[in-house]
């Protein structure tokens, strides 16, 4: 069974960085790697939104709001997708969640909780 566990997320303050962690269980490493990657996030009353996603190949994509300020990567050697967030404001608070997706597969995790408060 495949399972996503989040980590890194916390409290910091503006202008602060966090990195977040997803690692994957039960797959190889060669499975892993042929899933594309994302990361959502959603704040208190709001809907779920895209942050970041990296294909297969390492093709990256961001939503416009976190562009310079994010960077998605991954280490197939370790099953882990990251989300490097720097420059955090108020706006980034929001429960984090990564996505694994091959074709129609999907798998979610439970997310983690990021909160950007002075």
């Known amino acids: 069974q495949v399972q996503l566990v989040e980590s890194g997320g916390g409290s910091v303050q503006p202008g602060g960085s966090l990195r977040l962690s997803c690692t994957a269980s039960g797959l190889t490493s060669f499975a892993f790697s042929a899933y594309a990657m994302s990361w959502y996030r959603q704040a208190p009353g709001k809907e779920r939104e895209s942050v970041a996603s990296i294909t297969s190949v390492g093709y990256k994509d961001y939503q416009e709001s976190v562009k310079g300020r994010f960077t998605i990567s991954r280490d197939n050697a370790k099953n882990t997708v990251y989300l490097q967030m720097n420059s955090l404001t108020p706006e980034d608070t929001a429960v984090y969640s990564c996505?694994?997706?091959?074709?129609?597969?999907?798998?979610w995790g439970q997310g983690t909780q990021v909160t950007v408060s002075s």
């Open positions: 996505k694994a997706q091959r074709f129609s597969t999907i798998h």
